[in-house]
């Protein structure tokens, strides 16, 4: 009788583990949750006078967020454009100053055709002609002259304004980018900068990332990496916080074509002599998959 029992606490205990063990979810790799990560700099130096973000909060690619103090460019700029206008003030008007010699020309012209009418009825002498015509080749040549020294002095100046125009384009690109426009759309998740701090170029203003896709970088041994190809669609599992699994699918976007030891934040001190395969899974986020968390997959 007091074998039966024994027995019989055998098998209920049997069937409680088997019953535990039947719901327990397998997995074929585990990692954690990241996400594509972008620091945002600043491209000017200056006093940064209104900087519009906070850490969690969504923001809008091409969003205005603030602006760095650009007074100075905009004095240098002013400068530039009242030095075009005195550059271009000084170019020649050729009209004007070759009027007098086409005026020249033209009574010469007028007398060309007097004389040599004179000249057919014999009532002038043949060299009045010839010195009317040399008198029109001289004129003919000073406006030439005239009109090529006006041209190059016209020349000179125009580069001189082209030169202050591209430094004008320089000042306006430089202005651009005093304005403080969020480049792509996603979560802010570190503000390292505030207003009314001193900004320069190249200093790191916020992190940002689209969290709406999310990334999970799991690792599988080298036997598991036959059974896996890239847009290959898996299960992911997360805990729910109820001692179960929150199920959903995801898609593989990357294998590491090498192998590398495996990482030590996941695995057991034994474990991280074994070389494993590292691949990304993407995941459509309803906001509750956090960077950091930790999540497995089924192939």
Not at 94 to 120: D, G, P
Not at 195 to 222: F, Q
Request: positive net charge; hydrophobic residues 40%.
């Amino acid at each position: 009788m007091k074998n039966t029992k024994i027995i019989a606490i055998f098998a209920l205990f049997a069937i409680v583990f088997s019953a535990c063990t039947g719901d327990k979810i397998s997995f074929d790799a585990s990692g954690s949750f990241e996400a594509e990560e972008t620091i945002i700099s600043s491209e000017s130096a200056g006093v940064i006078k209104e900087f519009k973000i906070e850490e969690g909060q969504t923001l809008k690619a091409g969003q205005n967020i603030g602006y760095i103090d650009s007074v100075q460019l905009y004095l240098r700029k002013q400068q530039l454009l009242a030095q075009i206008n005195a550059v271009v003030s000084k170019k020649p008007d050729v009209s004007v100053q070759i009027a007098a010699l086409q005026s020249e020309l033209k009574t010469a012209e007028r007398e060309k055709i007097r004389i040599s009418n004179l000249v057919k009825t014999n009532s002038v002498p043949t060299k009045q002609l010839d010195d009317v015509e040399a008198q029109i080749e001289v004129l003919n040549r000073q406006i030439a002259a005239q009109k090529s020294a006006l041209n190059i002095s016209t020349e000179g100046i125009s580069k001189d304004a082209i030169s202050l125009q591209v430094q004008i384009e320089q000042l306006n690109d430089q202005l651009s980018k005093c304005k403080l426009i969020n480049p792509t759309a996603g979560t802010v998740l570190a503000k390292y900068a505030e207003t009314n701090e001193m900004s320069t170029v190249g200093k790191p203003l916020y992190k940002i990332a689209d969290l709406s896709n999310i990334i999970l970088r799991v690792y599988i041994t080298g036997d598991q990496l036959p059974k896996v190809k890239l847009n290959q669609n898996v299960k992911v599992l997360t805990d729910d916080g109820n001692g179960g699994f929150k199920e959903t699918s995801g898609t593989i976007s990357w294998i590491n074509d090498k192998a590398e030891f495996t990482p030590k934040t996941i695995q057991t001190k034994n474990e991280r002599a074994n070389m494993v395969y590292a691949i990304k899974v993407n995941v459509k986020n309803d906001g509750s998959y956090k960077i950091g968390m930790y999540g497995e997959i089924r192939f």
